[in-house]
């Protein structure tokens, strides 16, 4: 059974920088494709960044381009979410999920086509 593990958030000031990590096991991380999804108090839980299997293509929303950056490591069977310039918006519980997707298939942003999910990771951002 995949199991994903998310580490890094926490407490930072506006402007400031944070790293999340999502350890992957259970299974063949080079078959899945990654993503971070954050969930705000009383909104959707929305997609925020997507890598391919390989890390060849990602995916980002609108509202973090050119700030985040999502990158995987298949070695290590993790994948990262740099955040920087953080802003009080960026607030929100942050998951990782895993799609088992075929490769042809084009990235997915859809919570509903993610097999699995980490217990997420709390990041506040104070202004």
């Known amino acids: 059974q995949v199991q994903l593990v998310e580490s890094g958030g926490g407490l930072v000031q506006a402007g400031g920088s944070l790293r999340l990590s999502c350890a992957f096991s259970g299974g063949t991380f080079n078959d899945y494709s990654m993503a971070w999804f954050r969930q705000a108090p009383g909104k959707e839980r929305d997609v925020v960044a997507v890598?391919?299997?390989?890390?060849?293509?990602?995916y980002y929303t609108d509202s973090v381009k050119g700030r985040f950056t999502i990158s995987r490591d298949n070695a290590k069977n993790t994948v990262y979410l740099e955040m920087n310039s953080l802003k009080p918006d960026d607030t929100a519980v942050y998951y990782c999920?895993?799609?088992?997707?075929?490769?042809?298939?084009?990235?997915?942003?859809?919570?509903?086509?993610?097999?699995?999910w980490g217990q997420g990771t709390q990041v506040t951002v104070s202004s």
């Open positions: 999920a895993a799609d088992h997707a075929p490769t042809w298939v084009p990235l997915r942003t859809s919570r509903d086509a993610y097999d699995y």
């Open positions: 890598i391919k299997k390989s890390g060849s293509r990602t």
